[in-house]
């Protein structure tokens, strides 16, 4: 079973840094292409950010282009996300998903079928 597991969250002032990881099992993790997402309250899930099976190609939304930074060890079947320059803003639940197969550069949640149960960060003013 394909499990997805986030951690590294938490309240952090503006202007600070957090990094964000996702543990894997149950898949050949260095096979598929992996995202994040993050949810505010009262908005919709939007794409943070994302990468290729292997690392070598990444994709940003323009609201943290130069501020995140996504990387994946497949080593150790885990991907991360380094948030650097936080703004109150960035303040969502952050989720970690597994793209599906065939589909290149997607933004869309429903490109993803595998989701965890996602990671709160708060960034204060």
């Known amino acids: 079973q394909v499990q997805l597991v986030e951690s590294g969250g938490g309240l952090v002032q503006a202007g600070g840094s957090l990094r964000l990881s996702c543990a894997t099992s149950?898949?050949?993790?260095?096979?598929?292409?992996m995202g994040w997402f993050r949810q505010a309250p009262g908005k919709e899930r939007e794409f943070v950010a994302g990468?290729?099976?292997?690392?070598?190609?990444?994709d940003y939304a323009d609201s943290v282009k130069g501020r995140f930074t996504i990387s994946r060890d497949n080593a150790k079947n885990t991907v991360y996300l380094q948030m650097d320059s936080l703004k109150p803003e960035d303040t969502a639940v952050y989720y970690c998903?597994?793209?599906?197969?065939?589909?290149?550069?997607?933004?869309?949640?429903?490109?993803?079928?595998?989701w965890g149960q996602g990671t709160q960060v708060t960034v204060s003013s």
């Open positions: 998903a597994r793209k599906r197969p065939g589909v290149i550069r997607s933004p869309n949640a429903r490109d993803y079928p595998y």
């Open positions: 149950g898949f050949t993790f260095s096979s598929y292409a």
């Open positions: 990468i290729n099976y292997s690392g070598g190609s990444t």
